[in-house]
């Protein structure tokens, strides 16, 4: 794949997109999405604007129009290249058209075209779509305006070709962002979060049931925005029956009602008590070049790999004992740590530890497909179910693919992932979960990894949910039709939504009931909800719409699953699509001014709109890493396809361009010089070598010496204490420990109580120490914890009582005995 990257074309032609602004309304956990993008030909011939950008994966786009003066063009539905075909010939005879369309490959990337635009004309497009906001670890509602659409990697072989990015970095994207939001729920709302700046929240009613909130002034379109929106008593079971259009024919989908119903499961406290000890735990890091990035885009910021890498240890102090476990890396080639799935002890997690030491940003591409083909080409350990965590920032082009790999075997797995960073393809994330039956998590912004990964080991670990069923108790005369795919995964607290078409009339009262029946841990359960038939008001087409995506995806799935009954498929989806006007992979939004007027004269300008990259890295730069990666080269003679700069780039260069450059040449140095120092015999001149390089081809950039020769930061003293307990555990009464705590070795030992052993003192002191100065990270260290109580009550004849006071005062904090779960 080509990506053309770069901070302006050449001629520093001018952009024709100007600004965005963004209408967001959402009700309860709805949310719906009014994009304007206001356009601007400066130019004196006419210009078609391309503008790739990035939508959430799971976004039912339902309305596309433009506004060229007083005049308003709204768009079809139309099965893909009869659109396509109709924006051609629009072009070629001098009419305005645009063309909007989803990519081939993965559903959070649209391409949208701007063709004809006049000398000095504007151009307004309006763009809507409506979307589910996922449920957060602490109960927020998390709304994503993605911002960054980062140069996704398309595997060699992959089907299909890929959409064509032009990418800026940060500082230089040229259109600025307005947003405005208007949150509604029956609860009242308690308070709205985010990433960016806001303006204060305004409460619209006394019951603080209705609120706006915005974006503060001036904000530039330089990363994600990130709502999370927290309402009281979060998270009922709710039902709402939406009416049927009256201009759509009855028994279709949109002429009939059609009822969405949310579900949070609760599961029995004694069931929800005990953590699992089987299971097989996969984990899959993502090793490509872009996780050598900040975590948060901040120059000085932990990186991605980094933070994966403190995650890990997490992982392997917090699994059960008797259960299995391996780690896999991927990124242009893939490793494993075991050849196969091994038995959790305290040398095997000494082993996966000691490699989790030694991973770094350094393994190309991002080939995620191969190494899940292998995983699932291991066969599954007996009584140990196999739960998959996949941690990686989605930049990959193949989607779909994967997508479909992980559904056809999600018979034999659950599958966690995790979307590390700006840019990490929502598609991919939250698909992974939803054919693996599992649960997707974001970390972005200020976020740290290690809570959100936590909450879904507690997931996984928890007993698999099996044999669900949905029946529905509805009026005589009234039937129903699912749209939902059968639910797979139900987990505590976690929302399930069921979309259902109901069909037909009754005569008695209009109430219904559906009940969600399944097994947990052997114990059949249920949930049982009653709803009301009687449409409710002022919802649109909403409900309908997010119930034509829901059936839309699941058809396009099944029409690439089913070899010969294709064409019959992709059919249905374009009569669904045309009927509901939802977009999908086979239709695209067309519309084509066809006022009477002049047509328009002049040669047609192609300008590729810039979409923000975090990375400025060319195909031949990568090359020449990957050239050097192959040669295991000890200077960097591989180098040498690093690009030479654009003109502007030079002494000329703006101090923001050279500013941003600086920051991604740092981005890409952690990857580029572990590379070196593999096979380096010397670190320093692998170094400067690297340097000269850069220094030759960029003579006004350079890089402060904090690249690999740095020492390195002192470690988090929670991962410091952590990463001393035992597979078992425990913790060792060793310097180490003490070190850990504060103290001197001596201390810790003259203050264990008479008659107890090392083992449990240190143990007790460590919990201490967690209960008594890391409760703000609980969520991080509350599993392991757990394990190391259950060391401790194994141990008969330890003097508790007396541990815990001797271990207060030697701490200085105040823990009970009963909130160390002793």
């Known amino acids: 794949m080509m990506n053309r990257c770069g901070l302006l074309t050449v001629n520093k032609e001018p952009v024709p997109l100007k600004s965005i602004e963004v209408e967001l309304e959402v009700r309860d956990h ?51 290249q009869e659109a396509r075909e109709e924006y051609d010939d629009a072009l070629s005879s001098g009419q305005q058209a645009f063309l909007l369309e989803e990519s081939q490959q993965s559903p959070d ?8 635009l006049p000398p000095g004309e504007s151009a307004s497009i309006r763009l809507e779509y409506v979307t589910e906001l996922a449920v957060q670890a602490d109960d927020g509602l998390r709304f994503s305006l993605p911002a960054v659409l980062n140069p996704r990697y398309q595997p060699q072989g992959s089907e299909g070709s890929s959409v064509q990015v032009t990418s800026v970095p940060a500082s230089l994207v040229p259109y600025s962002l307005s947003l405005s939001a208007r949150v509604s729920s029956a609860r009242p709302v308690s308070k709205v979060e985010s990433s960016c700046s806001l303006d204060p929240l305004q409460y619209l009613n006394t019951d603080q049931t209705q609120a706006t909130i915005k974006l503060s002034a001036g904000h530039k379109f330089d990363r994600d925005v990130e709502l999370l929106i927290y309402y009281k008593d979060a998270h009922q079971p709710t039902a709402v029956v939406e009416a049927g259009q009256a201009s759509a024919k009855q028994g279709s989908l949109m002429g009939d009602p059609v009822v969405m119903v949310s579900l949070y499961p609760e599961f029995p406290q004694s069931v929800m008590s005990t953590v699992a000890s089987r299971g097989e735990f996969v984990f899959l890091l993502d090793r490509s070049g872009s996780m050598g990035c900040s975590l948060n885009n901040r120059e000085h910021g932990e990186t991605r790999i980094s933070s994966a890498r403190d995650t890990l240890l997490l992982l392997l102090k917090s699994l059960p004992m008797g259960c299995y476990f391996n780690i896999y890396s991927f990124g242009s080639s893939f490793e494993h740590i075991f ?33 899940i083909r292998h995983i699932y080409s291991q066969p599954c350990i007996p009584n140990q179910p196999r739960q998959l965590f996949v941690f990686t920032d989605g930049e990959v082009g193949n989607t779909k693919e994967v997508v479909d790999l992980v559904k056809r075997n999600s018979g034999s797995h659950r599958c966690f992932s995790f979307g590390i960073g700006e840019g990490a393809s929502s598609a991919l994330i939250n698909g992974l979960a939803k054919e693996g039956g599992g649960h997707a998590q974001f970390i972005t912004g200020t976020d740290r990894m ?33 749209l939902s795919p059968p639910i797979t995964a139900l987990f505590q607290g976690q929302r399930s939504l069921i979309y259902a078409q109901l069909t037909g009339q009754s005569s008695e009262p209009a109430e219904g ?74 239709t695209a939004f067309i519309a084509v001014n066809k006022t009477d007027g002049e047509a328009i004269q002049g040669p047609l300008l192609r300008r590729n709109i810039q979409t923000l990259s975090m990375y400025l890295l060319s195909a031949a730069a990568l090359a020449g890493v990957r050239a050097c990666k192959r040669r295991r080269c000890t200077t960097m003679q591989g180098f040498s396809a690093l690009p030479p700069p654009q003109p502007h780039l030079r002494a000329g260069g703006s101090p923001l361009e050279q500013q941003e450059l600086v920051s991604q040449m740092k981005c890409l140095r952690k990857p580029v010089m572990s590379l070196i120092n593999a096979g380096a015999k010397s670190r320093l001149s692998g170094r400067h070598s ?12 350079s890089l402060n010496d904090d690249g690999a020769t740095a020492s390195q930061s002192p470690r988090d003293p929670l991962l410091q204490l952590v990463s001393l307990q035992k597979a078992s555990g425990c913790w060792q009464l060793d310097p180490a420990l003490a070190a850990a705590l504060g103290k001197t070795s001596e201390e810790v030992e003259k203050s ?71």
């Open 30 to 80: 709805v949310a719906t999405v009014v994009s304007t993008l206001n356009y601007e030909n400066k130019e004196d011939k006419p210009v078609e604007a391309v503008f790739v950008f990035p939508l959430p994966g799971d976004a039912a786009v339902c309305h596309f129009s433009a506004k060229l003066g007083q005049t308003q063009i709204v768009a079809e539905v139309k099965e893909k």
């Open 109 to 116: 990337i649209f391409s949208l075209s701007v063709g004809s």
């Open 339 to 371: 050849p196969k799935s091994v038995e959790y002890s305290q040398q095997t997690m000494e082993e996966a530890l000691k490699k989790v030491e030694e991973m770094d940003a350094n393994l190309g591409g991002t080939e995620i497909l191969m190494p």
């Open 450 to 482: 290690q809570p959100k990964v936590m909450q879904s080991l507690r997931f996984a670990l928890q007993p698999a949910v099996v044999d669900v069923s949905v029946t529905w108790d509805l009026p005589k005369g009234v039937s129903v039709t699912a």
């Open 513 to 586: 009931s559906v009940t969600v029946k399944y097994s947990l841990a052997g114990h059949p359960s249920q949930n049982q909800l009653n709803f009301s038939l009687k449409p409710a008001e002022d919802t649109g087409s909403t409900v309908h719409r997010l119930a034509a995506r829901t059936l839309i995806r699941s058809l396009e799935m099944e029409e690439r699953e089913k070899r010969e009954e294709k064409d019959g498929v992709k059919k249905k989806v374009v009569e669904l699509s045309v009927q509901s006007g939802v977009s999908s992979s086979f």
């Open 690 to 701: 690297f340097e000269q390089q850069l220094g030759s081809r960029y003579p006004d950039v």
């Open 752 to 822: 264990k109580p008479a008659l107890v052993n090392n083992e449990g003192w240190a143990t007790i002191l460590a919990l201490i120490w967690l209960h008594g100065f890391k409760m703000d990270a609980k969520e991080e260290w509350e599993l392991l914890a757990m394990k190391a109580v259950s060391w401790l009550r194994a141990q008969n004849a330890l003097r508790v009582t007396d541990c815990v006071d001797a271990g207060n005062a030697l701490l200085g904090s105040s823990v009970q005995k009963d909130a160390l779960g002793l």
